[in-house]
């Protein structure tokens, strides 16, 4: 989770080599009001957002767990300590 800036909503991310994944919050982390999902090895400059492409099959069957590592990354905070993001 990210706290806002200037002109862009508070966010949250799970990134590997492989896939992006972004969701965006109405200043209440718990409510979801956009959600990005690149495949990074087809579209390695994330062009394309495949969860409003209008193409449902071609969204992730992992969209559930990415959705799961954004949620509990929002309880973690940096990387020592005992609130340490995994």
Not at 17 to 24: A, C, D, H, P, S
Not at 41 to 66: C, T, V
């Amino acid at each position: 989770f990210t706290p806002p800036a200037k002109g862009i909503p508070p966010w949250g991310s799970s990134r590997t080599t492989t896939e992006q994944y972004v969701e965006y919050y109405s200043g209440d982390p718990q409510r979801v009001v956009f959600r990005e999902y690149y495949d990074r090895q087809a579209d390695p400059w994330e062009l394309r957002n495949l969860l409003r492409d209008g193409d449902p099959s071609n969204n992730p069957a992992s969209l559930g767990l990415l959705e799961a590592q954004v949620n509990q990354g929002r309880g973690c905070h940096g990387t020592v300590g005992p609130e340490a993001c995994p």
